[in-house]
């Protein structure tokens, strides 16, 4: 596995995993808590050492399990994790972090993260306490996710990683200007969604498929009464993309994961791909995929269908919200 080295020295896996199916919200049903302790326990065994939980993430449940599975282990792995955007005030951001350091069961927090991005609160109260965190050992390194040009205008060098939605179906940060912005700050982005929770494994053909509790993000409609938002959603494009997308992957012999995991390799500005995971098995279908060359015919197609794919959607790359045109700035 490929490592990045951060400005801070902080070496990241370029694929790494996502803890929030840990965390068994509704979104992600039930949890085997055991089986995310060997999932955690078999990417380390292949050379990924980054992973990504947040104190939203089922009330710290992803956090604790994190926590369980990395007892003993502490020194091979780097932890991420976030403070959520209620939490941004300097002394909430210094409780919060203590709640995430006992619910990891460590004394320091690799990467702490900015969750969202807020106007409620000046970010240089923010990042106050988190240069304070970082002075007395409790955090190594800050990072933000989400954040648009304005934001990374404000936050200039200090971000890490930038983490953006990013992938095959959800290539709005091209739009928007966050992926031209962070890699012009000389931020890597650290690419979430990539597997568009479950579309590109191709799992999913219709919208009868995706369970009801993941039908809250805009790329389905308000219609279902999941989500945050008011959109009609994009599953008229969506699914005949994904059809198209099969296509490819069945001429040139390679996963639907495969292309999609490619497709994120081959940008200059990703520097690692942040991968959700439950089980052993998923980890090692979708390490698989991240290993299988891709011929460059089959990602040329795949890239040209979902530049299409984009250019049907609108700017506002928030996955989750549309009031005042989203919350990445
Ligand atoms: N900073 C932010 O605002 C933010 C927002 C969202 C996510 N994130 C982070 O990004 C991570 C990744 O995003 P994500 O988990 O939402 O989406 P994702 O990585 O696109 O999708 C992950 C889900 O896809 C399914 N899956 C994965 N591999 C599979 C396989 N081989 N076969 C079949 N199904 C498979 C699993 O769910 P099922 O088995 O249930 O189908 C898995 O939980 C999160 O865990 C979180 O750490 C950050």
Redesign the pocket.
Known sequence: MDHITLKNGIAVSRLS?????FSGVKL??DSDDQEAVRTVHAALERGINTF???AR?GDGR?EEVLGRALKGRRQEAVICS?VHTAFLGYDDVMAQCEGSLRRLGTDYIDLY?I??PTPQIPLEETLRAFEDLERQGKIRGLSV??FGPKDLAAAGDRPQLN?L?Y?LVWRIIEKNGALAASEAAGIPVWA??????????G?FRTIEDV?MG?RGTRLYSSKWGEGRHTDGGYEEEIFPFLASLRQVSDKAEVSM?ALALAFLKASPAVGSI??????V???E??LT?FETPVPAGALAEAEALSAALRDQMGDNAD?WENENGGRMR
């Open positions: 995993i996502g803890t929030w199916p992600w049903g990504d939980t947040a993430y992803s976030k993260q969750h969202w996710c989400n983490q939605p992938s979430y969604c990539a597997l568009g929770q479950g579309l590109l494994t799992k369970p993941r994961q942040l991968m959700g995971v439950r089980s098995k998923q980890l279908e979708n995929a996955l």
